[in-house]
Every structure is written in C-alpha cells, then in structure tokens.
C-alpha cells in the first residue's frame, strides 16, 4: 500500500505496534518444556486481546495465529506438540490486522545454552536487516535492499535463502510490489517510491540457499544441521531513513 494521510500512518503503526510487543511477549516466553502450540496459543491471546487478527490465519486459513519455526525451519512453521528444548533456535513471525491495515514483524531467539553458531547466524541476520534498512529509501532500486543481505551474508560466511523474501504490506500481509528477494538481482530494476510499505526480513542460513516444504503444506525447512535465523520490520519508504511501523514503543 501507499500511505495517503496521517490517518493511515498511525493505523498502521498502531497494528504494528501489537505484533511488535505479541512478538517480544512470545519471545518472553521461550524456555524449555513449552510445545509451540501452547506458545502460538500465548500469540493468539495477546492479539486478541488488542483487537487484532492473525493475518496469516484470515488471509490463508493457516493452522496457527503465528509461524514458530525451529532449528532446521526456516519459515511458515505450525505450531503443534513439538516440544521446546535447551538449545533451540526459535524464529517467531507475527503478522495480524487491525481496522483494515497490516503488520508484520519476525525474529528468531536461542534458548540457552547459546550454541556459537546460533549466535553468529543471529547478530549476521540482525545486522542485514539494519543495512538493508539504511537502503531503502524513496527513488533507489529495490535491489539494493537484497544487495545490503546478501553482502552482510557473504562477509560472515552465511549464505541467503534465495526462494523465500520481503513483500509489500499494508492493507493486506501480501501486496505490490510482490516478492523482494534478499540478494541481488541486477535485471531487478523496480525502484521505491515514497510512502510505500513494505517489509524488509533476511534470511540467512548457515549454508543453504534454498528450502522446501516438508510434507505438511507449509513448513519450509533446510537440509538437517543448516540453520536459518530472520529478522522483521514493516517499514514506510521516505526520501530519508523509512519509518519502522513495528517497534515496540
């Protein structure tokens, strides 16, 4: 979507406001012994709460209120009785909708004790998101933003998933300009505009480029012992830095 009037900026902050604080609850609540149902279930309340809905529930009928990925899932995990453990790395991906507007917002989290590898993967993702943010602004390619990840990535020995990627959001979890992948495309010539909403959300993996669904429709998963670690924010494109719509405060 564009955003057209103050009115549509603080709908879509307020929203983005919601999954921004449900992830960091959600997060808050990771330890070992919890299944991902009862963790998704923690999700669900904490939207409800404030009024919102699960996006990839109203959009796609998804079997859960939010994506818990873990280990070698890399995106779109449904909650279920799989049990949490010591060790975990855990991705959240909360989206929902408030009055029409939409937010997305992800993360992932270790559950102590901190494997090295989880950790690194973790502060690579977090920085390419924070460089692919710096990149996006009113009148530059779109490319830039999967140029930002994939440098990060490669300087730090990680690789991109390349079959899975940002995406417009707004007044729905999935809109123009489409798919934004996070690495460089050169024949990619589309460029931001101001005022557009978009997401921006790498994913960076320990040696894979792409993943698969596992069977159930919509686990997206790597090959065993490759891991993936991402990070969310929806953001509005200005002539300077964007506006991050899901922050907490």
């Known amino acids: 979507m564009s955003i057209n009037s103050e009115k549509d900026l603080e ?19 990771l330890e070992p012994g919890i299944t991902t149902r009862e963790l998704d279930h923690l999700g669900g309340q904490f939207l409800s709460s404030h009024g919102a809905q699960s996006a990839p529930k109203l959009t796609y009928n998804f079997p859960g209120f939010t994506c818990i990925s873990v280990n070698e899932e890399a995106a779109h995990g449904i909650p279920g009785a799989k049990i949490l453990k010591a060790g975990d790395l ?17 993360g ?32 530059a390619k779109l490319n830039r933003i999967g140029y930002a990840i994939e440098t990060e990535a490669h300087r730090n020995g990680f690789t991109v998933i390349e079959n899975i990627g940002s995406h417009g959001v707004g007044r729905a979890l999935h809109e ?16 931001l505009k101001k005022n557009q909403v978009i997401t921006i959300e790498p994913f960076i993996s320990s040696g894979a480029r792409e993943v698969v669904e596992n069977g159930d429709g919509w686990t997206l998963v790597t090959d065993t012992g490759i891991f993936t670690a991402q990070y969310e924010h929806t953001i509005v494109i200005t002539e300077g830095l964007p506006l991050i719509m899901t922050l907490p405060a």
């Open 176 to 191: 123009d300009p489409g798919f934004i992948p996070g690495y460089f495309d050169k024949k990619d010539k589309r460029v």
């Open 108 to 139: 992932s989290a270790i559950i102590p004790p901190r494997s090295k590898l989880h950790q690194q993967i973790c502060a690579v993702a977090q920085r390419a998101l924070d460089s692919a943010i710096l990149e996006a602004r009113a009148g």
């Open 11 to 29: 709908a879509l902050r307020k929203i983005g406001r919601i999954v921004a604080r449900c992830l960091q609850y959600m997060q808050s609540q």
């Open 90 to 106: 855990v991705n959240i991906d909360v989206s929902a909708e408030l009055d029409g507007y939409f937010a997305d917002t992800g």
